[in-house]
């Protein structure tokens, strides 16, 4: 096998959530895959086998457009309870999110903008959570699975420079 085939066969950081959807899905989804607009997303939806879980949640995957950093981001979401997207209903906030996208990597340089880099993060929509509650022991399976996928991934960096060259590097963002 050449060397080319074997990176391409790499994961790519960004699939990481769409995967978990995917993954869990097969192995907890019941019912149909649904669109639901929620946490300023919209969310492909699909609910959670009450028998396998314990509880009556969700999982879901979106992808999110960020023009500021030059690329896209991808979320895996968890619900405790099941988002309906409706208006008139407060929806719930994601117990989980595992977002993978471009982020600021802290460096700026004279000429090419700000240093990019693609990373894979785990946020939790609170500071606590209820031990008590079920989600509590699917959530640990979940970023368990992230981490392993995190770690053999290809993570890209790049200098917005790259993707914006019509733009002035040549002050310092304040």
């Known amino acids: 096998m050449n060397k ?10 960004l699939e990481i959530p769409q995967v978990l959807f995917q993954e869990f899905s097969q192995k907890l989804g019941q019912g149909e895959e649904k669109k ?3 946490d300023g997303l919209n969310y492909s939806v699909r609910e959670l086998n009450p028998e396998a879980v314990g509880f009556s949640g969700a999982i879901g995957f979106c992808e999110d457009e960020d023009a500021s950093l030059n690329g896209h ?19 719930p906030k ?14 700026w340089m004279h000429g090419m ?4 880099k693609e990373m894979c993060r785990a946020d939790f929509s609170s500071y606590s959570i209820n031990l008590r509650s079920l989600s509590s022991r699917l959530i640990p399976i979940i970023l368990q699975r992230a981490s392993e ?7 890209k960096e790049f200098w ?5 060259p019509e733009r002035d590097y040549t002050k310092s963002p304040k």
């Open 4 to 13: 080319k085939k074997e990176v391409d066969d790499i994961m790519n950081v």
């Open 36 to 38: 639901v607009d929620t």
């Open 73 to 91: 981001s991808f979320t895996f979401a968890l619900w405790e309870i099941v988002p309906r997207g409706e208006d008139d209903i407060v929806e």
């Open 94 to 107: 994601p117990v989980l999110k595992i977002t993978a996208g471009p982020e600021s990597a802290g460096t």
């Open 113 to 116: 903008g700000s240093r990019i």
């Open 149 to 155: 996928m995190a770690f053999v991934a290809r993570y």
């Open 160 to 164: 917005e420079k790259d993707y914006h």
